[in-house]
């Protein structure tokens, strides 16, 4: 069984691959042009490698009165109805992704939505939000347009995430699965970070990431060593704006110590345990030698109570110390002194 691999704006994604960082715009932008090319702008600049917008067609995905999220201040429909990209709006800005060399990658909220993105060739991989995971009919038709899918888990069963799983593999098409608790924010205790090397190891063809809703970076630093491939972190230019995302967004500051904080995990990440050059170094004087505690003549036995261990390490390791009692000495050998293995017979 091979692992899925996809690319997505020039980098190809997967289990061997370096974390893939997605900054989520959501709608903080308030459908402000200026605000979302800003946004693409400060995550390039804090080493992001896709920027990620949303594509809401309100009358084809909800109806007028679904009940209010806590993350917004009005009925959901009505803040998209004033505040969602236009298709015009997004093909500029993806456009603008292009000239600053970031990838931009949409979240489709209907067929009719994914077909607009499609047909105007905007982005690699739809990204489907955690609403949409058990939405079969959805995913199928989305699915026949061929491009890979990251799917979010939120809200969502064990059972219904094996559902999803099989369902998705039955479709034919690469996609990733993305750990993630829909709440706004989230409290730590249901984060289940846990569940990602468990979905590591019962899915291990599949590419697992998170997405993370947390006011900060510690769950997404810790993702990572627990082995995400993926994170999709929610972004705001400034804390102290509004923002219906804002209470689960971090700034462009933090997305920058965030990059940062998750390539030194990768660095660190490594398992092989041997000495490194600049350990050697230390090594030399750190270590301890078989030192005389006692002055020893020559042609004497050399007993235990005439030896003991000090600093530096470029003697007889002081582990051999059992291998020296008992010996002969060949010289006179002072006291305070690092012994050598041609001192004695």
């Known amino acids: 069984m091979h692992p ?61 009165d679904v009940p209010m999220s806590d993350n917004f201040k009005e009925p959901l429909y009505d803040f998209l109805k004033k505040n969602a990209l236009t298709l015009d709006q997004h093909c500029e800005l993806c456009a603008f992704c292009r000239s600053v060399d970031i990838a931009y990658m949409c979240t489709p909220f209907s067929y009719k939505a994914a077909e607009e993105l499609r047909d105007h060739n905007l ?38 995430i094996e559902e999803t799983v099989y369902f998705m593999k039955g479709l034919g098409i690469p996609f990733a699965l993305l750990n993630c608790t829909s709440e706004y924010p989230p409290k730590y205790e249901n984060m289940r970070l846990k569940n990602i090397p468990y979905l590591m190891e019962k899915y291990p063809d599949l590419i697992i990431g998170h997405s993370d809703h947390t006011p900060d970076n510690y769950t997404a630093y810790a993702a990572v060593a627990l082995g995400a ?32 904080g998750i390539k030194k995990i990768e660095k660190a990440l490594t398992c092989e345990k041997k000495v490194t050059v600049d350990e050697g170094r230390i090594r030399e004087w750190a270590y301890r030698s078989v030192v005389t505690e006692n002055p020893i003549k020559r042609g004497g036995t050399i ?43």
């Open 4 to 64: 899925i691999e996809f690319s997505c704006g020039g980098k190809t994604v997967g289990r061997e691959r370096q974390v893939y960082i997605i900054a989520e715009a959501c709608d903080n932008h308030f459908g402000s042009m200026p605000l979302a090319k800003e946004m693409i702008l400060q995550a390039k600049i804090a080493g992001a490698d896709a920027v990620k917008f949303q594509h809401h067609l309100p009358d084809v995905e909800m109806l007028s």
């Open 123 to 160: 982005g690699d991989v739809f990204k489907i939000g955690s609403g949409e995971f058990q939405d079969f009919p959805s995913l199928e038709i989305i699915a026949s347009i061929g491009r890979p899918m990251i799917l979010s888990c939120g809200m969502s069963t064990e059972e219904e």
């Open 229 to 260: 491939k993926i994170i999709e972190k929610h972004i705001i230019l400034d804390k102290r704006m509004p923002g219906p995302d804002q209470s689960v967004s971090i700034d462009t500051e933090s997305l920058k110590e965030m990059v940062d």
């Open 303 to 345: 007993k235990r109570d005439d030896l003991t261990t000090k600093r530096p390490g470029y003697g007889i390791p002081a582990k051999k110390i059992g291998s020296v009692v008992g010996k002969k000495a060949l010289r006179d050998i002072a006291c305070n002194e690092i012994i050598k293995w041609s001192d004695f017979e």
